[in-house]
């Protein structure tokens, strides 16, 4: 049975104190959520972010994860994954720019769709729609990264709960969720078995 989505987000922000204290213990977690959600990033504003009478209207939960960026709809359909990683053993990973470039590089290549490639500085898209949202948490010896992957979330949850974002990248043009996210054609076992086996075996891959 799958952890619920805020004890995975907290498993996360243990575990990037942890390796922020001088820990080895670099990790990876792959996880779908059972119910819908919603997760603020660590700056994020409801008010500014999140429809909050829908949400509070269906039930959905309103949540916040350790790193930036801005608010997300988890769901059935949204696989999540999580990179917890040492600057001190990767070095390459301190600039922020070309840490998104080589981690999602790898995501390129293991994901194999020929359409696939990286929009702004931290999304996945095919044919313009937006399939992957990342961010990332870092200090001094630990990086956080966070990435979603839909391959069959409905945009129109997005649009439901969560407002237009106050910081969009350039590609947007001001699209709504419903006419801006995608989703890769391809299951939940391939992705994660694709997913899997690349962040395994990082930082080899790069």
């Not at 959600?37 to 504003?45: A, D, I, Q, T």
């Not at 696989?79 to 301190?94: C, G, T």
């Not at 990248?169 to 969720?177: A, F």
Request: hydrophobic share 40%; net charge positive; charged share 20%.
């Amino acid at each position: 049975m799958q952890d619920p989505p805020e004890v995975n987000l907290a498993l996360d922000a243990a575990r990037f104190r942890s390796l922020e204290a001088g820990a080895e213990n670099e990790s990876v977690l792959v996880w779908e959520s059972s119910v819908t959600v919603v997760v603020l990033g660590r700056s994020g504003v409801i008010s500014r972010d999140v429809h909050e009478e829908a949400c509070a209207a269906d039930g959905v939960a309103i949540l916040r994860r350790d790193s930036g960026g801005g608010a997300v709809l988890l769901a059935p359909g949204c696989i999540n994954y999580s990179l917890l990683l040492s600057l001190k053993r990767h070095p390459e990973l301190r600039h922020v720019r070309s840490s998104y470039r080589l981690i999602l590089g790898c995501l390129i290549r293991a994901l194999a769709l020929p359409q696939l490639e990286v929009r702004g500085l931290s999304d996945l898209a095919i044919a313009e729609r937006k399939v992957s949202g990342n961010a990332q948490r870092r200090g001094l010896r630990a990086l956080l990264h966070h990435g979603t992957l839909l391959y069959a979330l409905d945009p129109r949850l997005m649009e439901k709960y969560l407002k237009q974002p106050a910081c969009q990248p350039d590609y947007r043009q001001g699209r709504c969720h419903t006419e801006f996210v995608g989703n890769l054609p391809l299951s939940a076992a391939q992705i994660q078995e694709r997913l899997t086996l690349v962040l395994s075996s990082l930082p080899s891959a790069w």
